[in-house]
């Protein structure tokens, strides 16, 4: 079955720091990846999605950016993150037509 | 533009009585739709899929309908108890992505 692993766990960065968030998955190849924003009470927002490797498409413009360096790995980074960056960061895969969520991180930016 | 809407932000029950969720769309044609269940703190967990060729899926103590003309989907869980508490997501499939609403926050009450 797959898994998912996403770190940190939690993560407190001032504004203006950068930002690097990665995404494994295990007991699947060629997945498509997925990450989602969850703003405190608000629904998941989509951010980016592949489909293969090097293969990246953004859904919202922001001072966000996605890449995945490896058929297993989707990376989610910022340059310089605002407050607006916070929020609970989820990375997901799909499988037929489900789609499997990794554990999240939450982000806060202070 | 389009859009997801799920029509309670909270829906509170007693316990052994059913629960009533709605999801309404508009401006998409899905494939298909799918429900999950949010717990605080973690990703959403996927429970059903109905195709846009079902009216009806069900699975256990829960029902999913999916009227294509109304662009609206009910999801019902019956004997409810108070383990069932959680936030639930509608989703909406395409070949590459999938978009959720914002989710009804359901408490069951003892």
């Known amino acids: 079955s797959q898994t998912i692993h996403q770190w940190p766990a939690t993560l407190v960065q001032p504004v203006g720091s950068p930002l690097s968030l990665e995404c494994t998955v295990e007991?699947?190849?060629?997945?498509?990846l997925y990450w989602y924003r969850q703003a405190a009470g608000r629904g998941l927002q989509l951010l980016f999605y592949s489909v293969g490797i090097g293969q990246i498409s953004s859904e919202v413009p922001q001072n966000l950016s996605a890449s995945r360096p490896q058929d297993r790995q989707f990376i989610l980074s910022s340059k310089k993150l605002l407050l607006s960056d916070s929020g609970f960061y989820l990375c997901?895969?799909?499988?037929?037509?489900?789609?499997?969520f990794g554990p999240g991180t939450r982000l806060t930016v202070t | 533009s389009q859009k997801i809407e799920q029509n309670s932000e909270a829906l509170n029950i007693q316990e052994g009585k059913t629960a009533t969720l709605t999801c309404n769309y508009t401006n998409y044609s899905p494939a298909y739709l799918q429900w999950y269940r949010q717990d605080p703190g973690r990703g959403p967990v996927f429970l059903l899929l109905i195709r846009e060729n079902e009216k009806e899926k069900r699975k256990e103590r829960l029902k999913v309908t999916f009227d294509t003309t109304l662009k609206q989907s009910l999801f019902h869980i019956t004997a409810s108890q108070p383990a069932d508490s959680a936030t639930y997501l509608c989703?909406?499939?395409?070949?590459?992505?999938?978009?959720f609403g914002a989710g009804t926050r359901l408490t069951v009450k003892p």
């Open positions: 007991g699947t190849s060629n997945p498509n």
């Open positions: 989703a909406l499939g395409g070949p590459n992505d999938m978009r």
């Open positions: 997901a895969l799909r499988w037929g037509d489900e789609q499997y």
